[in-house]
């Protein structure tokens, strides 16, 4: 199929990734830069695929029974302070407010910060919320019976990035926060691991993405946390991405603002605290997990659009009588629960059509032209194989939602394939500096030291994604890649976004 829409070449892929990407995120209608340095604006079809993914994880995080609130966009600086590891890992990233007014300017022609309307406290753009929800908490919590308290929260947030990409890294993003208080240090555990599971489940059900669930390592844990688990997938350039993170706080938060409750003892005890979250990062591990040199593929649970209809005539008799089969077709077929759209601007051509909607990642084609319409059958083209073949009209609905269930499963195994086939174990230094040029994850031991962490990264930008629990499991004994002393396990290394 064509690669060209308006005129403008789509990126290869193999060529330069990086260009594929962000040409393809433009292209594609999903996002574009805005007017302020680092952030974007997330365009109607770009923001149908976030409301997808929000409102099955909203699903999920209610149906384990956490409620959703709203806490304020800023936050006094004097909170950060409080929890000294925490204000450290985010200080660089901060936003400070400091005046509340701005005045005409002394020749008129603009505008200036009036120095009267200095705030007394600076404020800071909420790069995280767990401050200022501790606060909250505080008026909340007075005994066990008020436990375990588990909010969830939908909104944006601001890290002052300097280098931005749409979607993967930007200065303003949405995201959900979890923030859950529990009685004891084992509930909290397990509410951490339970959300890490939930991001797992939607990662590999909904986006088709398969991923490793892992502890961080103590270098890479979120800053405050005593132990912070991850979703790691690989995207097609070899290259691991960060999909969501869930952490065990511990008591910190509680300490730093005082939350206690009374046991059932009576006795004054701190509160034990999880955070978790994924944000519209999704987007773009959605994009480079599936998405080809012909535009996006899209898995059928998250597409805005899960089946395109476009006809082809000459006359407008043909038109007339094509459309009307159409909206019968389309009604069966929403019956059914999918979503269909019809293409009938009558001002392009079909392969113009076709093109634009295999650039968009629609799962699903149907045509009908005059013939298709005399023999009683329409042309049926799958976005994830580019298959093509005729099918009965009368069969179409029922044909329609088997196929989606194929090409979720197709993606799904598609995408394992190539991160299976990229996963190595290596055992010395030598060979990981060769075959961490070559992308993938790497299973190697590591001493579990800062210092040896570090020089791994310092000499080849590789960190460790993840100490796997679920998958690439490799408990034994061996000698660290890097420092030759003992290890009892193998971690997976890799570069990242």
């Excluded at 597409?303 to 006809?311: E, F, G, K, R, T």
């Excluded at 407008?316 to 019956?335: F, G, H, N, P, T």
């Excluded at 019809?342 to 629609?362: C, Q, S, T, Y």
């Excluded at 499963?409 to 190539?418: G, I, P, T």
Aim: proline residues 4%; hydrophobic residues 40%; aromatic residues 10%.
């Amino acid at each position: 199929m064509a690669k060209e829409i308006d005129n403008k070449e789509v990126v290869n892929r193999e060529e330069d990734y990086s260009r594929w990407y962000n040409n393809l995120v433009v292209k594609a209608d999903l996002a574009e830069q805005s007017a302020v340095r680092g952030c974007m604006v997330i365009k109607p079809y770009g923001y149908a695929i976030w409301e997808k993914m929000q409102k099955e994880l909203d699903r999920m995080f209610k149906e384990t029974g956490h409620v959703n609130a709203y806490f304020p966009l800023f936050i006094p600086k004097s909170f950060l302070s409080r929890e000294a590891e925490h204000v450290e890992g985010f200080a660089k990233e901060c936003a400070v407010v400091t005046h509340h007014r701005l005045k005409v300017s002394p020749d008129g022609k603009g505008v200036v910060v009036d120095p009267d309307a200095k705030l007394e406290e600076e404020l800071i753009v909420r790069p995280t919320s767990e401050t200022i929800i501790w606060n909250t908490y505080k008026n909340w919590i007075k005994s066990w019976r008020d436990l375990p308290l588990l909010c969830n929260q939908w909104a944006n947030v601001v890290r002052w990035e300097m280098r931005t990409r749409l979607f993967l890294r930007t200065a303003e993003f949405l995201w959900q926060e979890g923030h859950t208080a529990h009685a004891t240090s084992e509930e909290a555990v397990a509410e951490a691991r339970k959300m890490v599971g939930v991001y797992a489940k939607f990662a590999r059900e909904f986006m088709a993405m398969p991923v490793i669930v892992g502890h961080k390592s103590e270098n890479e844990r979120f800053a405050g946390a005593l132990d912070t688990y991850t979703i790691e997938a690989m995207m097609q350039d070899g290259k691991a991405l960060q999909a969501g993170t869930s952490h065990f706080l511990g008591q910190n938060f509680a300490k730093a603002f005082d939350v206690q409750f009374s046991n059932k003892e009576g006795k004054l005890e701190y509160v034990w605290a999880t955070s978790w979250g994924v944000s519209t990062r999704l987007m773009g591990a959605l994009i480079m997990t599936h998405s080809d040199n012909n535009g996006l593929v899209l898995p059928p649970t998250l597409a805005p659009i899960q089946v395109v209809m476009v006809p082809i005539f000459k006359t407008d008799e043909e038109r007339a009588r094509i459309l009307a089969e159409m909206d019968v077709l389309k009604e069966q077929m929403q019956a059914k629960g999918l979503s269909v759209k019809i293409d009938d601007r009558d001002n392009l051509r079909p392969g113009f059509k076709f093109a634009e909607w295999e650039l968009k990642g629609v799962p699903v084609r149907v045509v009908i032209g005059p013939r298709d319409l005399e023999n009683g059958v329409v042309e049926l083209a799958r976005r994830d194989t580019m298959e093509k073949v005729s099918f009965p009209q009368a069969g179409l609905a029922d044909e329609a939602c088997r196929l989606m269930g194929e090409i979720q499963k197709n993606l799904y195994a598609k995408a394992d394939a190539y991160r299976m086939a990229n996963i190595r174990k290596v055992d010395t230094w030598e060979e990981f500096k060769v075959e961490i040029e070559k992308g993938g994850f790497l299973l190697c031991h590591w001493d579990g030291t800062t210092e040896t962490e570090e020089k791994i990264k310092d000499e080849t930008k590789a960190t460790i994604r993840c100490i796997p629990m679920d998958t690439c499991i490799c408990e034994e004994e061996g000698k660290c890649v890097y420092s030759g002393r003992p290890s009892s396990r193998r971690v997976v290394f890799a570069r990242a976004y």
